[in-house]
């Protein structure tokens, strides 16, 4: 079983719909992080979290948002899901108690807006 | 802030020959560098980590990294490609001291190795 697991894996969903994506992880990090991936544009951060009570905005957060409902999972909320919003979503790990030298990543949400 | 550029968004070589992928980065404090590497329809994987120490770096699949502070560079190379190393090449900056850590990539270099 992978590591850090995100669902769905493909969603396709209509301009102004809700969608969710959710990650869950089983390596005890306590930090975690929601990417967007665009072709030629490499990965920005959207949010992260460095436990439960401590979430912050990354540098494209506007249209998202996000839930820590515990140490194991974090999820990602479009309120109203818009065509530029589609993209390939990661899910990140990072252990601080390891000096956060490595980001374990899930293998990816691809989003489609209609 | 820092940034990272990547300075060739895709590089074709052939299988067998040397190949080189270009990264320069810019921030003001130390810092801890990476090569992603993400193969089609997969997500990102750690090849290389540079935190301190020695400049060369060596990581999976035989590609090695060097470090190098004045040049404010960290290129990868492989000495021979092969054709399962076709895939798209990401590098990253983060912070190396205590509090924030946000990981900052390149627009990423996509290899085609060519029979």
């Known amino acids: 079983d992978a590591d850090v697991t995100q669902t769905p894996r493909n969603r396709i969903t209509k301009t102004g719909k809700r969608i969710m994506l959710e990650c869950s992880q089983t390596k005890g990090h306590d930090r975690m992080y929601w990417y967007r991936q665009d072709p030629g544009l490499g990965l920005r951060l959207i949010y992260y979290s460095f436990d439960v009570k401590d979430i912050n905005k990354g540098e494209i957060s506007d249209g998202y948002s996000v839930s820590r409902q515990a140490q194991a999972k974090f999820s990602l909320s479009l309120e109203s899901a818009i065509p530029n919003q589609t993209a390939l979503y990661f899910c990140a790990t990072s252990d601080s108690r390891q000096g956060n030298t490595e980001a374990f990543f899930g293998q990816g949400t691809r989003l489609t807006v209609v | 802030a820092q940034s990272v550029t990547q300075l060739d968004s895709q590089v074709p070589v052939f299988e067998e020959a040397p190949v080189e992928l270009r990264c320069n980065y810019s921030?003001?404090?130390?810092?801890?560098l990476f090569w992603y590497v993400q193969y089609p329809n997969q997500g990102l994987q750690l090849l290389l980590k540079y935190l301190s120490g020695s400049t060369l770096v060596k990581g999976i699949n035989g590609f090695e990294a060097e470090f190098n502070k004045s040049q404010t560079s960290f290129h990868l190379r492989k000495p021979s490609v092969h054709i399962s190393d076709t895939a798209e090449y990401f590098c990253a900056v983060t912070y190396s001291g205590a509090g924030s850590y946000q990981l900052t990539f390149g627009k990423g270099t996509k290899l085609s190795v060519i029979p």
């Open positions: 921030s003001s404090v130390s810092v801890y």
